[in-house]
């Protein structure tokens, strides 16, 4: 089946199984997608690694889509297991550690760049 469209460019696709590494030293962040309106990317943990506390400026929107993730914000801690997600405004402090090997999307804003990511991992 063919549709019109207007969109000028071949649409991008990802997979965030395909691929898919993780490490003993520490979480594996991959870059997925890019556009005009925000970035995907796929964070890989195995069990209790952690991201330590970082924030962004930036929304960001977290999706846990295989283990389950200890997602802290302030004094609260949120359980996210499979298929649950959670959404933070910009300049919230959080930190995430693995429970069990995890595999998280992570949805960025457009001008929200993976070297600040990559970064929190040297904090």
Known sequence: MKFATTQT??????SFYKDLNFSDESVVITPLLSSD??????????EGQIMKEH??????????LKGSIEFGVGEETYILN??????????V?????????SV???????????ERVKGVLSL
């Open 37 to 46: 309106f925000g970035k995907e990317i796929r964070i890989a943990f195995k």
């Open 93 to 101: 402090m959080h930190e995430l550690k693995a429970l069990k090997e």
């Open 104 to 114: 998280v999307r992570l949805s960025l804003h457009k001008s929200d760049t993976v």
């Open 82 to 91: 499979e298929g649950e997600m959670i959404a933070l405004e910009g300049n």
């Open 9 to 14: 460019s071949k649409p991008q696709t990802a």
């Open 55 to 64: 924030k962004t400026k930036f929304p960001i929107t977290v999706m846990t």
